[in-house]
Structure formats: C-alpha cells, structure tokens
C-alpha cells in the first residue's frame, strides 16, 4: 500500500479540538473531507500531515497557529461610529457575519462589539491565534 504523496487525493475523517479539548468541528456524520494534497485546499499543517498516511491509519496532530489560520492581527478589528454603519435597513447584531466591500474586494467580517456609538468589525478568520488539534483517519487515495 503507498503512502500518501503531494498530488494525491484524499478523503480524510477528522475531529478537532482546541488546547482545552473542546471540539470545533467534525466530519462525523458525515462524508469525509476530501482534498488534493499539495492544492493548498486546506491548511498547511493538515495538509502536510497527510504526507507518508496509508489508508485506514490515524493520526493526532498539533498545529500551531501559523501553520493554520495565522496569528490573531489587530490591524483587522476596526470600529467605526454606529451611525456611519449601514446594513441594508437591518439593525446590527453581536456576533452577526456580514461582508465588506473595499477597493480590494469583499472580506468577511464578524460584529464583535457594539455600543451606542460603535460597531466593532473584526476581519480576523475566527480560529486565527489558536493552537488546533486534530485526530485523522484517512479512508481513501487516489493518486
């Protein structure tokens, strides 16, 4: 059986947790995740523990944040006066993800404070800054 190689396909079951054991996210239940080794189609450290599996092994992986989601970067939480904040006629709600649109092109964004006066965006990937944690099973390689 051949190990996993960049330029392969693979479909992968995985859970992940952060630092405290907490899951974030699973692909129980469901299909499995399936991807490109080398596509840059998830992150770096997944995709770089891929390298050397055999179908039906598992694996448990420690990726750090920049091997992730990046670290958190303050530059990309700005606050803006309330009454400069317009959202379609909707009132705006904590924790609410909505698109920006900017000379560069459309980012996400998540309200992440509000006060009278303020709405705080903050364009960071919301797992930026955290340590991820992941136990594979990879289930399938095509080459």
Avoid: W
């Avoid at 092994?57 to 309330?82: F, H, K, S, W």
Wanted: hydrophobic share 40%; charged share 20%.
């Amino acid at each position: 059986m051949a190990a996993v190689q960049f330029g392969d396909t693979v479909k992968v079951h995985y859970q992940g947790t952060f630092d405290d054991g907490q899951m974030f996210d699973t692909s129980e239940g469901n299909d499995p995740l399936e991807f490109t080794v080398g596509a840059q189609q998830v992150i770096p450290g997944f995709e770089r523990a891929m390298v050397g599996m055999q179908i039906g092994e598992t694996r448990n992986i420690v990726i750090p944040a920049a091997e992730a989601y990046g670290e958190r970067d303050d530059d990309l939480v700005q606050r803006m006066p309330r009454d400069k904040f317009r959202l379609n006629g909707a009132e705006p709600e904590l924790g609410l993800a909505i698109e920006m649109h900017t000379p560069q092109g459309s980012i996400p964004v998540v309200i992440t404070q509000l006060t009278e006066e303020f709405v705080t965006l903050d364009a960071n990937h919301p797992l930026a800054g955290e340590t991820l944690h992941f136990a594979l099973e990879l289930v399938a390689v095509t080459p």
